[in-house]
């Protein structure tokens, strides 16, 4: 199949045209949360407080997303730039839709009201879309990723207010963000499967530098994941064991990440992909049940099984998946976050069966999480197709993984440049 | 011309000096802001309050001054010592002599009292410095930028003052840091203008690496600008939608750049110089009416209209300058601090003429940015004229954009040791 | 010597073994300090305050922790993966074994009760081993590193104990850390001393882009430094001091590491070692007195001073210590920070005598510092004998310095390859 990648027009104008909409909708809709149109009866100095006591919170959320996410993916050799670069276009779009997606369902006479809050949801909403970029990484264009935002986003934001409306608890969103993101993604991989790819792909990998900076990535969403999983949880002892509950479930899932990377090795060695991504799946893992009550104790085993599953993940199921399934997952973000979602989703029904949580329902956090998986595959497969469409500047399979075919490369690229046509012997196809 | 470049005596007695003189200084007019000596009507229960509540909001703006700006300018191939071990170097230095500069106008009995607010200043103060370091990069010497450091910090500090005595509200800084700080640093480069380089040098690039460590610094300056926009502002709802204002104008900015970029490639690809900088204009343009009422709607008009500029100037007003007004601007600061500068004095009058901040006067916006333009003109050239003098160990134009001539540079250097030999056959100027 | 490099089951089955042992004591020990089982007496609300106002500078700490120290060793040109990932492994079993030693001092109804200076003190206690793991960088398998993690915290936290029953003062951890740290490596280096390593290795050295990643280790550290000297002060001017003592010595110590830099190099190039680490030294040194009223003026006067002794040493002592003292110190944190906590613990006994603080007493700070030095080389040449034994995978001369022993690294890794073959003639000796 030949496409048109040329994106001159289809880029410039989808996006000139979505900034101007949600500029409008932000003129009717959105105004700023002040004391003088909040609720009279709340205590105005509270909220100011409230703003700037989680405004470090939120900060680290935001670099989670922008340098976490972003850095994550650049262990690509080739696509480095696309991984940093459409990581910040997809979010700077999606923050501004998810304000409104989220604010429609909490509308105050008619107004979204912004605070400190609706910027950390904001943010959130966007991850859907990045953990899902993860999954299609290098085979789609930056047109199609601004599509999917859109769509994601808003499905998103009906099925998190779904889980609210169930009762759920998610307080670190380890099914609303991660298994939702990740099973949308997959979803849509699956509809966008290119035949041609089953073998690899010579851009398929990383150089030695480019998993260094693939760590910078690692780093900054473990080091502020206990700030994501408490972010919006309620003040005072909730949130503060939140972040010591995803403290410590990140630190137990490094060890077994480590010891089951190097176990499953004939020679014993540790294997990057494990190490990039495997030890933050305690973080996941947590997320649903971070603000109850489980103890340093349980939120550790938590992390310990996690840092196994995803591992283990990385290692046999993916190949599976590929082969069987026909879903080919770039980033593993079935790894990183569907399994662990499941388990931070799984955990959380065990918690509200024993109680950790007062109000919770086993019963309607296990709603929750089939609810979320059914509709992030729903959502996805329609996503997928509408993705598929011939017209969209979509990469050619042997323009996979390159950044060259959307972005000005330097010329003087002597690394991957050899890489290419030393190892394998391919000249490359220009765009 | 030729030039002496070793450094050696030069910088070490330079630096030296200056250090035991501010010590001296310091030791004099310098001491902590303690509930001891601070005013006793005041709050003393406040003050520690509000130097824990900003502390974050500083290491933000920390974090922008010596990551941001720092990694930001090693997008060249071969200058990524200097970039971001200058940039340490000149905020080092500048900090200290902000804080007396800045100081010298607020003085308490004869002192100057350090609190949390004068160290954010201290910090704002080398932004100008970097800014202008920028427009210079690469064709000056660490000696010459200690002492543009010191000058410029002083020139900076009085017109900053003369904006507060204009009672002209630029919470943000588009104007006295940005504004100021290009048309400084343009103004002094159009003095060391080097006829030698008009057709470019060899070393004026950047490779495929590099181009990922400027990303570092870009996104460590875009998350962080809300905190760079709001940390001196009155706390409270005006801080508040200083950082609301902030987040909006530059998530709409980087669908602009981004729709931009792409348009003026004939071939639709995205341009890295555009997407490391017209990113970055709407957290520029939005500064001085950062903590006005101009509704999130405003904000984001700001940022849409501030991406284009910023990415127009890059693609063709950047060449003119070069080509008619003889100004070589290394990192086309014109693009991401001038022109997006003026543009946010500029929406400062005309949110001030709106009413968007009680007491606000657009005449005296209009003066202030007037006034600003041209003290940072006249203080940049005159500064030129001292840089000019031959004797401060600047490089040879064939050596300029390159780190050896003043660092150790690793033997092993291959990538870009290989890219000067094979694909431009020529030799490298030892210094 | 030959070795069994292959870490299998080694590495699996100690790190699983670790982490399942500590599971079971938190299951027994540990617990959240919530107001439940806090001190009826203590003001429940000052404690939630203490928690979230304290969590910034945590993850500042954190921050310097996992990217400072992981980054600032990857200057390495072969050994970026091990410099961050098992500086990732060690801190994260470190913070969770430095809960547990720490705790057990300080037990309540027999608990161990988790809040936020619990959460810093822990992060604090795997910097020991992060600098130790500087001293033998390259030389030691990650089996090793996890069993020094244990020794060395188990002891650190015995002699912070007893610097604390002496009633010393080390708000900044000059002694109890970073002396601390640096002898206890470096009494280790000297029992692991390799006498075929005495002329060098052809894998130790940088690349130019190795030392630019390093140079995020720098800032991080050097920007957050402020947070770590001041995180557990007393709340109110004491950590306001800490705060800005740390920021004015790290700015005076910035110019002179770069003058004497300059200086030492008879062609007055400056040399990155240098500005990689010898910036730092004026955090380290100040430590010891951060929370003193020794003034602006004093704590630069302190920083003057490290960023010189510390260059100095450097370029002097490193040399001599090889090849005088048989000790290979990879990283010189003897410059780092043995000589600079030296001097803060120095600088502690004379701002002690000055009455800086009151109730500090100079002999305890001096017998603090003794103690102190005496416990670090008494455990490093202990622990140094336990690591000796030739059964924990260590890595033979040839592959030190190194990933590819135990990770799996990218074949097509073009540039160290090349240098390897083409530069020194030598074909790599694969594990």
């Keep these: 199949m030949s496409y048109e990648t040329n ?31 909040a609720d009279p009866q709340t205590n105005t100095t509270l909220r100011d407080d409230t703003f700037i006591d989680l405004y470090p919170l939120f900060q680290d959320v935001h670099v989670m997303i922008f340098v976490g996410f972003g850095f994550l993916m650049t262990f690509l050799k080739r696509y480095g730039f696309s991984s940093v670069g459409i990581n910040l276009l997809i979010a700077a779009l999606g923050l501004q839709w998810g304000t409104l ?30 953990i899902s970029f993860g999954a299609v990484l290098g085979k789609t264009s930056p047109v199609q990723m601004l599509i999917m935002a859109i769509l994601e986003i808003t499905v998103f934001a009906g099925n998190e207010h779904l889980v609210g409306f169930l009762g759920a608890s998610d307080v670190g969103a380890s099914m609303t963000i991660h298994a939702f993101g990740a099973y949308f993604g997959l979803a849509a991989a699956a509809v966008l499967y290119r035949p041609s790819l089953k073998d690899g792909h010579v851009n398929e990998g990383s150089v030695y530098h480019s998993d260094l900076f693939a760590m910078i990535g690692t780093l900054f969403l473990w080091m502020f994941w206990p700030s994501f999983n408490s972010a919006i949880a309620e003040h005072g002892p909730p949130q503060q064991m939140a972040i010591i509950n995803t403290y410590f479930s990140l630190a137990a899932c490094v060890l077994t990440a480590y010891a089951f990377s190097s176990l499953l090795e004939h020679n014993g060695k540790l294997d990057m992909v494990h190490i990039q991504n495997a030890t933050l799946a305690g973080g996941v893992a947590v997320g649903t049940c971070a603000d109850m009550n489980i103890g340093p104790f349980g939120a550790m085993t938590i992390g310990f099984i996690a840092g196994i599953v995803s591992t283990l993940g990385f290692k046999f199921l993916t190949p599976i998946v590929a082969s069987k399934l026909k879903i080919q997952d770039t980033c593993g973000v079935h790894n990183l976050h569907g399994l662990p ?91």
Tied chains: 1, 2, 3.
């Design 7 to 37: 994106m001159r027009f289809k880029l410039s104008v989808l996006a000139i045209g979505l900034q101007t909409l949600i500029i409008i909708l932000f003129g009717i809709f959105v105004r700023y949360e002040t004391p003088h149109n």
């Design 101 to 130: 997606m989220q604010g429609l369902w909490h509308l105050h006479d008619g107004k979204i009201e912004i605070n400190i809050l609706k910027m950390i949801n904001a943010d959130f909403s966007t991850a859907t879309v990045l």
């Design 341 to 431: 979602g499941i388990l931070g989703g799984t955990a959380g029904v065990a918690a509200a069966a024993l109680g950790a949580k007062p109000g919770c329902s086993p019963i309607m956090q296990g709603a929750a999480l089939a609810a979320t998986f059914g509709i992030a595959v729903v959502g996805g497969v329609l996503t997928g197709f509408i993705l598929k469409l011939p017209i969209w500047g979509q990469p050619p399979d042997p323009n996979c993984y390159d950044d060259s075919i959307y972005w000005e490369v330097p010329l003087d690229e002597e690394e991957p440049e050899n890489n290419y046509h030393n190892e394998h012997g391919k000249v490359k196809i220009e765009a």
